[in-house]
């Protein structure tokens, strides 16, 4: 029986695809149980998505081969759904380790930092100019208590 050099090579393959997958179900299937729950929860659950998504595509490859268009297949398009939502949110669960995280300490400095600008004085400088200015008034205000003591004695003398 002579087939056609396309179908062969997609035959090839096939049988190359199916070697794969016999080894990674080998893979899979060689560690116990007890080995599979000491792996840690993200490790486990990855293993578990990828046996959902393997057994919704061998679903998928036998409604093709009854004839049948995957996608016309209710049942099978939710799960399809199903297992792309829960990659995505192991994908999220994995890459929330290299998110940025927020420094407290850096965030508490910079806002305060923020708070004031640095063209105008800051308020120490302006409770010291305040100081400085009511101590030079009540250097004046002496003075002129004294000038105006100084005058009401020189009236009294010359009244005298």
Same mark, same amino acid.
């Given at each position: 029986? /002579?087939?056609?050099?396309? @179908?062969? #090579?997609?035959?090839? +393959?096939?049988?190359?695809? *199916? &070697? &794969?997958?016999?080894?990674?179900?080998?893979?899979? @299937?060689?560690?116990? %149980?007890?080995?599979?729950?000491?792996?840690? =929860?993200?490790?486990?659950?990855?293993?578990?998505?990828? =046996?959902? %998504? =393997?057994?919704?595509?061998? =679903?998928?490859?036998?409604?093709?081969?009854? $004839? +049948?268009?995957? $996608?016309?297949?209710?049942?099978?398009?939710?799960?399809?759904?199903?297992?792309?939502? *829960?990659?995505?949110?192991?994908?999220?669960?994995?890459?929330?380790?290299?998110?940025? !995280?927020? /420094?407290? %300490?850096? #965030? &508490?400095?910079?806002?305060?930092?923020?708070?004031?600008?640095?063209?105008?004085?800051? &308020?120490?400088?302006?409770? /010291?100019? /305040?100081?400085?200015?009511?101590?030079?008034?009540?250097?004046?205000?002496?003075?002129?208590?004294?000038?105006?003591?100084? !005058?009401?004695?020189?009236? +009294?003398?010359?009244?005298?």
């Amino acid at each position: 029986m /002579n087939l056609p050099p396309e @179908t062969l #090579a997609t035959l090839s +393959n096939i049988n190359n695809s *199916l &070697k &794969k997958l016999q080894k990674a179900v080998n893979d899979f @299937t060689n560690i116990s %149980y007890d080995e599979h729950l000491q792996r840690p =929860a993200i490790e486990q659950a990855e293993i578990h998505m990828s =046996a959902m %998504y =393997a057994t919704v595509a061998l =679903a998928a490859i036998n409604e093709k081969l009854q $004839g +049948n268009d995957p $996608g016309n297949n209710d049942e099978l398009q939710v799960e399809i759904k199903r297992v792309q939502k *829960l990659e995505a949110r192991l994908k999220e669960q994995r890459d929330k380790n290299l998110r940025p !995280r927020l /420094n407290p %300490y850096a #965030a &508490k400095a910079f806002v305060r930092n923020a708070m004031f600008d640095v063209n105008e004085p800051s &308020k120490k400088n302006n409770e /010291n100019e /305040n100081m400085e200015v009511k101590e030079e008034a009540e250097d004046n205000d002496s003075e002129e208590e004294q000038q105006e003591e100084v !005058r009401v004695k020189e009236e +009294n003398m010359d009244d005298e």
